[in-house]
């Protein structure tokens, strides 16, 4: 049987490398999922042509029966990488109920050879009959550019590569985390992808010098069919950084992208396949590597004890439970993932949070309750000094329990101080400022709270 021809696509400023799975654009490399992947592939195979969606579907989801939504979610995909418009498209249009055509010239050239089939060959007479001196000529500029590719690309510091980061990374200074997609196809698994992505956001403001929006502004675009530069505008931020997880077995896939606001164009993408054991490493993994790239690194932070793969889960599942309101699930969570491991910060830290929240809400007796979350908050404390929440948790404790106000403003002044993206911080610091008479101080405070989010306390400056 005769192997099937690979080919390399051009259009534009794209080229597609069919037997590398790879997509580059204006030769930067772009991270695509394999079946969106193979739906360009298809498009690119027929360009011009209106082709029918049962076509597409038949040809790329040969393996499995799914629905159109699977299609028009890689066609999505498809549009953001290539910086498309389905109102005003440039590449792929969309026929409604029957299909899609591409719009844009499309050369190929089968992998290897690097001749496109549109190129233009020469006769076998000619390079014979042509005047020697053009040979010299030739090989002289062929000599000319090979030098100038040298200067531009070689050594520690090209040219090339100091325009191109100079022009796309000067003004990245803020940065949003949409939702990631859950691409497992269960929705018992929203949970830990929720999770991962407020583990994201946190890890890029503890990782980064960039300003980070708060998840819940960020969450208000879950699903939202706008463009990532009208969301950019609406967050007032420089770059989105956008993608999808899936969790199958014992292995995660997760899948991101970073696009800047302004102009749509993509910064950076990365692909990672993590064992379940090592999958709690990834979130702070993925935000070194976006920091590095736009040169917003902050110093290393000691390393973090190996998170038993149980405890994490059981922490993802508490967080969510904490976060849609049904606290008594976060409670049972918490305190199963410091069961499972004792010296995990992060779960003393929810566990904390949920006896001090219960007792304020009547739901639990403080007597009982709130020495336990003061307990529970210095635990955290000591496991990770680093951690912003473990000190808001411990200082939100002391200033109810015990009444030590200005112990709890230390505390919650270093929490603030370890995460200044943090608006439930600055927000708990205003009303222990309150409390101590330092009222133009708690309003300064407020307003730093209510810029970072909005949409969490809306009354609190009338409150303070």
């Known amino acids: 049987m005769t192997e099937r021809k690979c080919f390399v696509f051009t259009f534009a400023d794209v080229e597609v490398r069919e037997r590398e799975f790879l997509l580059t654009k204006a030769g930067v490399r ?9 739906v360009l592939l298809f498009l690119l195979r027929n360009p011009g042509r209106l082709i029918p969606k049962d076509e597409i579907m038949s040809s790329v989801w040969n393996d499995s029966a799914v629905s159109d939504n699977s299609l028009t979610r890689s066609i999505a995909q498809l549009r953001r990488v290539l910086g498309d418009d389905s109102r005003e498209p440039l590449y792929i249009l969309t026929v409604p109920t029957v299909g899609y055509r591409f719009l844009c010239d499309v050369s190929s050239a089968e992998d290897g050879f690097g ?12 390079t014979g009959t042509r005047p020697r001196h053009r040979l010299w000529v030739v090989t002289a500029l062929c000599a000319c550019v090979l030098i100038g590719i040298s200067i531009l690309t070689r050594g520690p510091h090209p040219l090339a590569t100091r325009f191109l980061e100079r022009h796309t990374h000067s003004a990245i200074a803020s940065l949003a985390v949409l939702p990631l997609t859950n691409l497992s196809g269960d929705p018992n698994e929203e949970y830990f992808v929720d999770g991962m992505t407020d583990e994201l956001t946190t890890m890029l403001a503890k990782d980064s010098t960039l300003r980070i929006v708060s998840r819940t502004s960020a969450k208000q675009f879950k699903d939202a069919h706008r463009s990532l530069p009208e969301i950019a505008r609406a967050l007032k931020v420089d770059a989105i950084l956008e993608g999808s997880i899936s969790r199958s077995s014992n292995q995660v896939h997760m899948t991101l992208q970073l696009v800047r606001g302004d102009t749509d164009s993509h910064l950076w993408a990365e692909s990672y396949n993590r064992d379940t054991n090592d999958v709690a490493a990834l979130p702070d993994d993925a935000a070194r ?3 590095a790239r736009l040169n917003s690194s902050m110093p290393t932070h000691a390393n973090a004890r190996y998170i038993k793969p149980e405890a994490y889960d059981a922490y993802l599942r508490g967080h969510y439970s904490w976060v849609v309101g049904r606290d008594e699930d976060a409670g049972r969570y918490f305190q199963r993932a410091v069961d499972l491991q004792p010296d995990y910060a992060l ?5 904390a949070d949920y006896y001090a929240v219960g007792a304020l809400d009547g739901i639990l007796d ?3 309750v709130l020495p336990q979350a003061e307990a529970a908050a210095r635990k955290a404390v000591e496991l990770d000094d680093s951690l912003s929440r473990a000190h808001a948790s411990f200082g939100g404790t002391i200033f109810f329990n015990r009444g030590d106000w200005a112990e709890a403003l230390k505390e919650i002044t270093r929490s603030t101080e370890l995460d200044p993206h943090d608006a439930e911080s600055f927000h708990l610091h205003a009303k222990v400022l309150c409390a101590l008479g330092r009222y133009d101080e708690a309003i300064a405070v407020q307003k730093q709270s209510t810029a970072i989010n909005p949409f969490e306390h809306p009354g609190a400056m009338a409150e303070i």
Do not use: C, D, M, T
């Open 115 to 126: 001749i496109s089939a549109a190129s233009p060959r020469l006769a076998a007479n000619e």
């Open 347 to 351: 779960g003393w830290s929810g566990l």
């Open 30 to 38: 772009i991270q695509v999922e394999p079946k969106a992947f193979r």
């Open 289 to 291: 590597a976006i920091a």
């Open 366 to 368: 403080p007597l009982q």
